[in-house]
């Protein structure tokens, strides 16, 4: 399947048989970039297409994402001669449409659906033209843009995670970093494991173990009168026993539940008594 390019009247100009999706940096939105690469007909004369708009979709939804900006010259010429165009469109999504993207891919492929529309003028004639069509970006297109349009540097709830000059904190930030990764490549085990080695690195930088172990204590048998840095130690204790299970064969992770982890890992790491990232 492809876009077609034409008018009312059935006449076909050319068409969009494949396009890729590139990530941009933002200030507060996350920014795709999305190259569709056109192909004329057999015109006789030739073609300009003006107007060009192009919205996204989530394939089989109906669902619209965004709508896109044209970048450059906003009018295609087309000749006898021409082959391939490439006619790029600025996106801007929000963490919530990443979200939503991200789940509707199952960490695979996605599969979008493109709408373009505009005009065309041929042979001393104008005409409107509007066309959709699915295309499918392979996971690992996908995964980077991810990665060039920051999406590593925040969860969705976004609890930064600055980049640092100490090693201690840069460390955590790269474990950090994977267990993303893992996440988008659809690897939840691995996303839980490496939270687990996460508070354990933070223990051995804390040297905090026995306090930890003191505070499962009082839990036990004096809990009233736990102070707060005791209670954040137990909860660090109680994430790290349920991430045990994700270095040991049994239950397998969902993707909602690593990503639930992964949030809850950072968010507790990042208080300075019991975690490092400040």
């Not at 708009?53 to 989530?58: A, D, S």
């Not at 980077?144 to 925040?154: F, G, I, R, V």
């Not at 026993?241 to 950072?266: C, K, P, V, W, Y």
Request: net charge negative.
């Amino acid at each position: 399947m492809s876009i077609s390019i034409g008018g009312c009247d059935g006449s076909r100009l050319g068409d969009i048989r494949d396009i890729s999706v590139h990530g941009v940096t933002g200030c507060g939105v996350y920014g795709l970039y999305m190259i569709l690469k056109a192909s004329a007909g057999n015109l006789r004369a030739e073609a300009f297409l003006s107007q060009l708009q192009c919205r996204i979709e989530l394939a089989s939804t109906t669902l619209s994402l965004a709508n896109g900006f044209i970048e450059g010259n906003p009018v295609v010429r087309w000749t006898q001669h021409s082959e391939v165009e490439q006619i790029g469109f600025h996106f801007y999504l929000s963490a919530s449409q990443i979200a939503a993207i991200e789940s509707h891919r199952c960490s695979g492929d996605i599969r979008l659906g493109v709408w373009l529309s505009g005009e065309a003028v041929y042979e001393g004639k104008t005409q409107s033209f509007s066309d959709k069509s699915e295309y499918v970006i392979p996971k690992q297109q996908w995964i980077e843009a991810l990665n060039a349009m920051n999406y590593q540097d925040s969860l969705l709830f976004e609890l930064p995670m600055p980049k640092s000059d100490n090693s201690v904190e840069e460390g955590v930030r790269q474990l950090f970093e994977r267990a993303q990764a893992h996440i988008c490549n659809g690897n939840y085990q691995e996303c839980v494991g490496l939270c687990r080695q996460i508070i354990e690195y933070v223990e051995i930088q804390h040297e905090d173990k026995q306090a930890a172990a003191e505070a499962i204590k009082k839990y036990r048998d004096n809990r009233q009168d736990m102070t707060a840095l005791q209670r954040m130690l137990f909860l660090r204790e109680s994430l790290k026993n349920l991430l045990h299970l994700g270095s040991h064969h049994g239950d397998e992770f969902s993707r909602l539940q690593a990503q639930a982890i992964l949030g809850m890992t950072l968010s507790l790491l990042s208080s300075p008594e019991v975690g490092i990232l400040k």
